[in-house]
């Protein structure tokens, strides 16, 4: 796993997905859907040229901290996203 502090992770609304940048390039996302107060992440995926860098969990990282900032609750739908909560317990009270 390398440095991620260069992955910057914005809402793209309009497209109901978190994206993941890297050298100004779209290295992933996490679609969701968003209704009554919930976030519904669905997927979650990052490109092949920048697999095995840590930037899928930088990704859901920074995607349930704004979720927790904008006091809305999560459904994961994702596994990944599952997985992640899973193993930082930090954010299950998000769910």
Do not use: W
């Amino acid at each position: 796993m390398s440095d991620t502090s260069d992955v910057v992770v914005t809402d793209n609304d309009e497209e109901q997905r978190y994206e993941a940048h890297l050298d100004g390039q779209l290295a992933g996302i996490a679609a969701y859907t968003r209704s009554d107060g919930r976030i519904v992440f669905t997927h979650t995926e990052v490109d092949d040229a920048f697999e095995g860098r840590g930037i899928g969990g930088h990704l859901v990282k920074a995607a349930l901290d704004d979720v927790r900032g904008r006091g809305l609750r999560v459904v994961p739908r994702c596994p990944f996203v599952k997985s992640y909560v899973e193993r930082h317990p930090e954010h299950a009270d998000l769910l």
